[in-house]
């Protein structure tokens, strides 16, 4: 029966176009922008990586944070409390679904900037990098249902999403390097998930195929306790008592 | 007995929108609960589906698994964006752990009346068709019992009509039925047993043509306007 769910997932995903947008096309559009403007192999290299996780983080955050947000403005979920589906299936689910997607598109946008800008990568460095967009994805979509648990309606998810989202990718290594910046800036930098995931995917190329330990058990804590956060904040509800209250005066 | 409340109370900060009120529900009737805006029908409803849990007082339930055998349109007509109305019905009949066709989903929707928008986003649906999707839903999992939350509200007399029948079909197939209603013709015509509620309480209960003979008055709408007026003089 879970597969109806997962399927039915997969398709609303798939129909929300302006996330795919943002996910997919814009990512590719500026990859090779970028790409042509550098035109030196080390630097396209951090281009590809940087641009895949932008992508990741934008698909994982932004994308499920809103489709949560419109399903539960919906009463989608009031619904489903009456139904015998469990709360923790459900959240499972959407996640695996939405990561499923995610994996398939950020995979799609790095190797169309490996093989376009002629770079050269071994198929251990495909697997691993293919693993690592899984945890990222995984630990993106995890804190974007977080963050759709803590807003309250669109705008204040965008305003969430970009006080966590900018200084995740400015305070990263993503597109430049941290080494003449100010040193809170790197501490402050790996303090974020995304900072791990980047050095996890330009170091799988640098390091030939080695993977820090470090970065990947940040990477799985941010996971663990995201799902956890998210199904102990998780709301059925858009109203509060207080907007019932104010409905029943009216 | 289906569901035997006790002594029900729910607060909303200082105001109280439900005041121990007992309610049964039993087999094989046809439910109406009625009240003016605001009196706490809604919040009574889903304190008995268990969408809220009341302040004090017990609700006593026939079945421990009674979530898998209510079938519930809420006044709200929440389906998933993105998915079509056919698309919805499967996902929730998916919610009861059954695996439904699409020809069976289509027979579902064409009895519900809306199998020509079976294609169409559920989001994008008339408030009529909205409205009979979301009772073909509460329908899908062929409940016991069915709650149906101003199922007819704001529709155009022809739908009206369908979803009457449609109620005495399902009450002539031995299912029990709760629904709330505004439209007092319509609760004298369709109800077995009526619960009138003002100001959280329940100030009536009865077969409507009983209650009228009771009260001396001539119709259902003439007993809804006398309790209730008295009601809120005694609140003024």
Known sequence: MHSVLFRAMLVTSLRDKITLFYSLLLPVVLMFGLGMYFNEPAQQLRIVCGITAVSTLFWGMQGIAFQIHWQRSKGVYKLLMLTPMPLITFIIVMIMARTVIGVAINSVIWLVGMISFRLEFTVLVAVLTFLIIILGTLCFTGIGFVLANMARNEAHINMLSNLQQMPMIFMSSAFYSLSGA???????????????YVQLLTNVHLTKSTVSMITLIVLILYIAISVFVSSVTFRWDTNSNQALLKSQRA | ??????????????????????????PEEILAIIGPNGSGKSTMLDMLIGLRKPDSGTIQYWDQSFKGKIGVQLQSVPFFPGLSALENLILFASFYKKKLSKKEAFHCLTICGIAEVAGTEAGKLSGGQ??????????????????????????????RLDIHQLILDLHKQQKTIVFTSHDMDE??????????????????????????????????TELYIMLTNKEESLHA
């Open chain 2, 187 to 220: 609760v004298f015509q369709l109800a077995t047993r009526v619960l009138l509620i003002a100001e959280g309480k329940l100030i009536a209960e009865g077969q409507p043509k009983q209650l009228c003979e009771e009260y001396g008055v001539a119709s259902l």
């Open chain 2, 1 to 26: 007995m289906y569901i035997e409340a006790k002594k029900l109370m729910k607060q909303y900060g200082s105001r109280t929108i439900v005041k121990d009120v007992d309610v049964t529900i039993e």
């Open chain 1, 182 to 196: 100010p040193q809170w800036v790197s501490v402050v930098g790996k303090a974020f998930p995304f900072e791990h």
């Open chain 2, 130 to 159: 909205q409205k009979r999707l979301a009772i073909a839903v509460a329908l899908i999992h062929d409940p016991e019992l069915i709650f149906l939350d101003e199922p007819t509200a704001a529709l155009d007399p022809r739908i």
